[in-house]
C-alpha cells in the first residue's frame, strides 16, 4: 500500500472514529530523541513529547535495551497469577522516591485514568467516606470517574454524561484569570456549608501544575492551606503527577516544590518512556486498606512496561534531567520573555523547571486567543516544529520536549518558535 501521509489520512478517517481527535496529519515512520521523520522522510522537532510521556526521549538506548532483555524472557503472566520482581523492584522504587518518609505502599496500573479511579476507591474504602473534592481546569482521564474529575467539559466530557456522583469541583486559583487563592479557599469553605459535609469528603484531589488546564501551578500558600484543611477534617490529600512527574518540573515530582507531603500520588506518562504504565503510591495503611482483589488489572504492571520504567528511573538519575529540566526551562523562558515586549499577543510565561506554556491573549480586549495560538502551532508545523496546545480555551501552547534533548536540536526548535510567533 502506498505509505503517503495523504494516503495514510484516508485510509485512518474510513477505519477509525471520530472522537478521537488527532492534532496532525503527520504520520510517523520512525524517531530518535526529541527528533521524528514521517514517512515521506521529512523530519521534525518534537516539544509535545507524547503529551509528557517522552521525558527521556524517543527510543532512548537504555529503555529499549531494557525492554529487549525482557521481551526474551516473557512478556506477561499477569502479577495477579504469577508475580515477578521487576513489579516488586519498581515499587520499592517509587516508595522511596515520592516524597514523606512514612511506610509506603505502591499499586501498578496502565494508564492514568486507572490510577486517578483506583485513588479513589482507595480513599473511599480507607476513610469509609464517598465525596471527592477536585478543581476547574482538572484534567484526570476519560474514564467514567475519571470525567467526573475533570473540570473540562469540552472535548471530555461534552455528551457523555451522567457522570458518578459524590465529586465536586471548585475554582483552581489562577491569579491571572482573577481567582485568587483566598477565593478557592472560600469557594472550598462554601461548598462545606452548602453542599457537603467535610466529614463525608473522602480525598481531594489536586495536579500541582495542571496539565489540560493550562500548566497553571497551584501557589505554594494554596496547597499548604489544602493541606491543613485536609489534617482538619480527615480528608486524604492525593497530588496527580501524570504529566508533572518524572523531573518535567525541575524536581522528580512537582509537589516537591511544595513544603507538603501528598497522601497518595498518582503517575503514568513519562514513568515508562513510552510503555503504558501507570502506579498510585501512598501511605500503607491508606493503600492497604482494600481486600485482596479490589485492586489490580490483567495487564496492570505489564513486565515490558516495568522494565521500561526501572530504565528510565536510571537514565533520569545517571544524566541528571532533573537539572537539565531547570537549564531548559530557563532558556526557553528568556527566548519567550524576549517576545513579550513586540508580541502584545503574549499574556503569560509560567511554568516550573521545563513544564513551561505560553499564553496569548487579544491585546485589547485581554480576551483568551485561541485563534493566535492555532496560527503559531501551524506556522511552527509548517517550518518543522511540532507543538501542542492546552487550557480551557485552547489559547496556551506547552512545552514538553523530551528532556534529553541535543543542546542544537533545541536551539533550533527555539530558534523555529520565535519565527512562528513572530510570523
Known amino acids: 500500500m502506498e505509505s503517503s501521509n495523504q494516503a495514510l489520512q484516508q485510509r485512518k478517517v474510513a477505519a477509525t472514529v471520530r472522537g478521537v481527535g488527532v492534532m496532525t496529519q503527520i504520520f510517523v515512520d520512525h524517531a530518535k530523541n526529541a527528533e521524528v521523520w514521517d514517512v515521506e522522510g521529512k523530519r521534525y522537532i518534537d516539544f509535545t513529547g507524547g503529551i509528557g510521556v517522552l521525558n527521556t526521549g524517543h527510543c532512548h538506548p537504555k529503555v529499549v535495551a531494557a525492554v529487549e532483555a525482557q521481551l526474551k524472557k516473557f512478556t506477561h503472566t499477569c502479577f495477579q497469577v504469577f508475580p515477578y520482581e521487576g513489579y516488586v523492584a519498581l515499587a520499592e522504587k517509587l516508595n522511596a522516591m515520592t516524597p514523606g518518609t512514612h511506610e509506603k505502599r505502591t499499586a501498578l496500573f496502565s494508564t492514568g485514568a486507572e490510577a486517578a479511579e483506583n485513588a479513589v476507591k482507595v480513599a473511599r474504602v480507607a476513610t469509609g467516606r464517598s465525596g471527592i473534592i477536585a478543581f476547574s481546569g482538572a484534567f484526570h482521564g476519560r474514564t467514567m470517574m475519571g470525567m467526573a474529575l475533570t473540570g473540562k467539559v469540552v472535548p471530555y466530557k461534552v455528551g457523555f454524561g451522567p457522570f458518578p456522583s459524590d465529586v465536586y469541583h471548585i475554582p483552581f486559583p489562577v491569579a491571572l484569570h482573577g481567582i485568587t487563592v483566598q477565593e478557592s479557599l472560600t469557594a472550598?469553605?462554601?461548598?462545606?456549608?452548602?453542599?457537603?459535609?467535610?466529614?463525608?469528603v473522602a480525598a481531594i484531589v489536586i495536579e500541582p501544575v495542571q496539565g489540560e488546564g493550562g500548566f497553571y501551578p497551584a501557589p505554594p500558600e494554596?496547597?499548604?492551606?489544602?493541606?491543613?484543611?485536609?489534617?482538619?477534617?480527615?480528608?486524604?490529600?492525593?497530588?496527580?503527577?501524570?504529566?508533572?512527574?518524572?523531573?518535567?518540573?525541575?524536581?522528580?515530582?512537582?509537589?516537591?516544590?511544595?513544603?507538603?507531603?501528598?497522601?497518595?500520588?498518582?503517575?503514568?506518562?513519562?514513568?515508562?518512556?513510552?510503555?503504558?504504565?501507570?502506579?498510585?503510591?501512598?501511605?500503607?495503611?491508606?493503600?492497604?486498606?482494600?481486600?485482596?482483589?479490589?485492586l489490580g488489572g490483567t495487564y496492570a504492571g505489564n513486565p515490558l512496561a516495568v522494565a521500561a520504567a526501572l530504565a528510565v528511573i536510571d537514565v533520569i538519575e545517571e544524566e541528571g534531567l532533573i537539572a537539565r529540566a531547570n537549564v531548559l526551562g530557563a532558556q526557553l523562558r528568556e527566548t519567550l520573555g524576549g517576545l513579550r515586549s513586540s508580541i502584545p499577543e503574549i499574556s503569560d510565561v509560567r511554568g516550573l523547571g521545563a513544564m513551561i506554556a505560553v499564553e496569548f491573549q487579544h491585546p485589547e480586549s485581554k480576551l483568551p486567543n485561541p485563534e493566535f495560538t492555532k496560527k503559531v502551532q501551524a506556522k511552527a508545523l509548517e517550518l518543522g516544529l511540532v507543538l501542542i496546545s492546552c487550557g480551557v480555551h485552547y489559547n496556551v501552547i506547552r512545552f514538553l520536549m523530551p528532556l534529553t534533548i541535543e543542546d542544537d536540536v533545541f536551539q533550533e526548535g527555539l530558534d523555529i518558535l520565535v519565527q512562528a510567533i513572530r510570523a
Do not use: W
Request: aromatic letters at 6%.
Open 188 to 200: 472550598l469553605d462554601r461548598l462545606f456549608k452548602a453542599d457537603i459535609d467535610p466529614q463525608r
Open 222 to 294: 494554596f496547597m499548604q492551606e489544602l493541606r491543613a484543611i485536609c489534617d482538619k477534617h480527615g480528608i486524604l490529600l492525593v497530588v496527580d503527577e501524570v504529566q508533572s512527574g518524572f523531573a518535567r518540573t525541575g524536581k522528580m515530582f512537582a509537589i516537591e516544590h511544595y513544603d507538603v507531603v501528598p497522601d497518595m500520588v498518582l503517575m503514568a506518562k513519562s514513568l515508562a518512556g513510552g510503555y503504558p504504565l501507570s502506579a498510585l503510591t501512598g501511605r500503607a495503611e491508606i493503600m492497604d486498606a482494600a481486600n485482596p482483589g479490589g
